[in-house]
């Protein structure tokens, strides 16, 4: 932390002309705005918390909103100040004011002749315009206590332009005096052609330096070689432009500087350092004054907030192949951690997820190679965005693997208890209950059971893709699915076109065991009645052991055609019966209820039993599992 800090300090010393030798002003520039009614609305709204708000046209034609002028020393603490206390945006930096023209806030300030404010007196000044002053009170001359950190008073007002201050407070109030720090005139910034000729002593290591730090901010998206070609001037240009600097796409000693200083404040800020985990075999830059390692818990290695820095990090490594991916891809998913809504992307090699919601935000990485599956993720809340994102740009691009070993599943041996313990917000979210269902139109709608949408804020099919309730019937417990987004069932049911027969064998096809298992199973047996036990019509009765994740699958004959539903067993509640008697809704009921949702039902045409092999793939590919969600 103190290397940063100093090195801080000496580029500032360096741009500045030295804390003894500099400029007598400094700013800190919080906003570039384009137009002037921009401008001035945000200035109006900065006013509301600071006294010494400053708006000026730019060279580039651009208005900038700035607080000061500081003596130098006084700008750089007023800066890191405000930033640590999330006062002003992130990438707020130091000004020398040398591109201000025309002030429109206050009109008529002058950016070389205006009043300097060291800390102390800033801190005053702060405190008052937060207060207001009674008629005929009288406030302090001078402020004796320490310097206080800026907060924005509770529903302020806009406070009025300097020059209409003294007009406005009570006659009895004495002006605060204000310290001048006299100092030597700056020195003019360089021209273009200077500029081009300062660039060109830059070593190659300064140059791949520079480049860098315009990675750091976003500008720059190519290779570090310290070659400044197209790619790099361009970067230069639009870093110029956003600083409100001319964009000529060569940067001078003192932008050079700047850009190189505010990285550097960054670093500071975040203790980004580079860590080498030698489990996991992997290397990375984390923000170590955010989160601090906590515990292993294979395959992650997890970094906790620190001080409450809304912040988490976990690396991820463990052996595998692309069935192993994929399925550390399903269970991220289902972490509490990981909002449902956001952009995904996974390949053979690879996975890249960024998740966000009104709660937080992740984004997590993966990568296959060598048998070795590498990653991390970044887990934040709202409140830490702005340093989320510079978290993330470092460990993005200084993550490496090494060693060619993996975290160790051996490496920590837990009880359940311990491992809860450990995992506290990385549970994986579960629903509360799921059953079975299966598609009845090529466009994907499913039929179900009323069971499962009881008591349910959200509706999935196959676990991730939402559903609405299209239709349903508590008479016969049937209800009809649409799915968020169209799909394209490979198999879709086709009914029976006759009635059942005694004796006929059947397969039911259902995710008996709800969500443990990644595919339905078939279960066998045969059609003992064609009608209820009480001679109910529309249900028949079969001899089938199933399980409740199985109500809502369809039950097929040995040609494929659906002869009808399962029908939950709380349909026969208050009843024990035997484990192998189990009903279901026949092709009948389903397809009146089928068109009254407007859906037209396919009829199954005969051609003789399939083998076995098609029938399990016919009747598995047209079940899904339906999921209900708190």
């Known amino acids: 932390m103190r290397h940063y800090l100093s090195l801080f300090t000496l580029l500032f010393v360096f741009v500045f002309g030295g804390v003894a030798a500099a400029q007598d002003r400094a700013w800190v520039q919080i906003e570039a705005q384009p137009t002037l009614n921009q401008a001035q609305e ?21 208005y900038a909103i700035a607080l000061g002028p500081y003596g130098p020393d006084a700008a750089l603490a007023r800066l890191r100040e405000l930033r640590r206390d999330n006062l ?6 130091i000004a020398g004011g040398e591109q201000f023209r025309d002030a429109f806030w206050p009109i008529g300030l002058d950016p070389a002749t205006g009043p300097v404010l060291d800390a102390t007196a800033q801190a005053s000044a702060d405190m008052m315009a937060g207060q207001t002053a009674a008629p005929g009170s009288v406030m302090p001359e001078t402020v004796t206590t320490a310097p206080l950190a800026p907060q924005p008073p509770a529903q302020a007002a806009p406070i009025a332009p300097l020059q209409d201050m003294a007009a406005a407070a009570p006659s009895v109030v004495e002006p605060v005096a204000e310290p001048v720090i006299t100092l030597p005139t700056p020195e003019p910034e360089e021209t273009l052609a200077e500029a081009q000729r300062s660039e060109t002593a830059l070593s190659r290591d300064e140059r791949k330096d520079l480049q ?11 290779a570090i070689d310290g070659a400044f070609g197209r790619g790099t001037r361009a970067s230069m240009a639009a870093w110029q432009e956003a600083m409100g600097h001319e964009p000529t796409g060569v940067m001078t000693t003192r932008q050079r500087a700047q850009i190189i200083a505010e990285r550097g404040a960054i670093i500071a800020e975040l203790g980004l350092e580079t860590i080498t985990e030698q489990e996991a075999g992997i290397e990375v830059t ?20 620190k001080n409450n820095s809304g912040l988490r990090v976990v690396l991820i490594s463990e052996p595998g192949d692309r069935a192993t991916l994929r399925g550390l891809y399903d269970i991220l998913q289902t972490l509490e951690v990981m909002p449902r809504s956001g952009e995904r992307a996974l390949s053979d090699s690879g996975f890249t997820i960024n998740a966000a919601n009104a709660e937080g935000a992740a984004h997590a990485f993966a990568e296959l190679s060598g048998g070795l599956i590498k990653g991390y993720m970044l887990v934040w809340r709202p409140e830490a965005a702005a340093k989320a994102a510079r978290a993330l740009a470092a ?37 509360l209950l799921s059953r079975s269902g299966f598609f009845v139109s090529g466009s994907g709608a499913v039929l179900t059971t009323v069971e499962v949408l009881q008591s349910c804020r959200r509706i999935t099919i196959d676990r991730d893709i939402e559903a609405t309730i299209a239709a349903q019937d508590p008479a016969t417990g049937l209800a ?18 006759d009635s059942l027969r005694i004796g ?8 008996s065991y709800e969500d443990a298992l990644p595919s339905p199973t078939l279960t066998y047996g045969a059609v003992e009645d064609t009608k209820g036990l009480a001679g109910e019509v529309g249900i028949a009765r079969l001899s089938l052991s199933s399980l409740p994740g199985d109500a809502g699958g369809p039950v097929v004959d040995g040609t494929g055609a659906v002869l009808g539903m399962l029908i939950p067993a709380t349909a026969n509640a208050g009843r024990v019966l035997p484990g192998e008697v189990s009903f279901l809704a026949d092709a009948a009921s389903i397809k009146t209820m089928l068109a009254t949702a407007g859906i037209t039902p396919e009829t199954a045409i005969r051609q003789g039993a399939l083998p076995p092999e098609d029938l399990t793939d016919l009747a598995t590919s047209m079940t899904v599992l339906v999921s209900c969600w708190e």
Request: charged share 20%; no cysteine; net charge neutral.
């Open 42 to 62: 945000r200035a109006r709204a900065y006013a509301a918390a600071f006294l010494d708000v400053a708006g000026f046209r730019m060279a580039s034609g651009w």
């Open 88 to 93: 002003i945006p992130a990438d707020s930096f």
């Open 212 to 222: 860098t730090a315009l990675q750091w901010f976003g500008y720059y998206d190519s």
């Open 286 to 305: 984390l923000p170590l004054a955010l989160v601090s390692f906590d515990h292993y818990e294979p395959p992650f290695v997890h970094f906790e907030e």
């Open 395 to 431: 460990i993005q691009s200084s993550f490496k693997t090494i060693g060619g070993r993996a975290l160790d599943p051996g490496l920590v041996s837990l009880n359940d208890a311990q491992r809860r313990s450990l995992l506290a917000g990385m549970e994986v979210r579960k629903p």
């Open 480 to 497: 009809v699915l649409t799915p968020a987004r169209p799909l394209a069932p490979r198999h879709i049911a086709a009914f029976v076109g």
């Open 504 to 511: 006929t064998e059947v397969a039911l096809a259902g995710y």
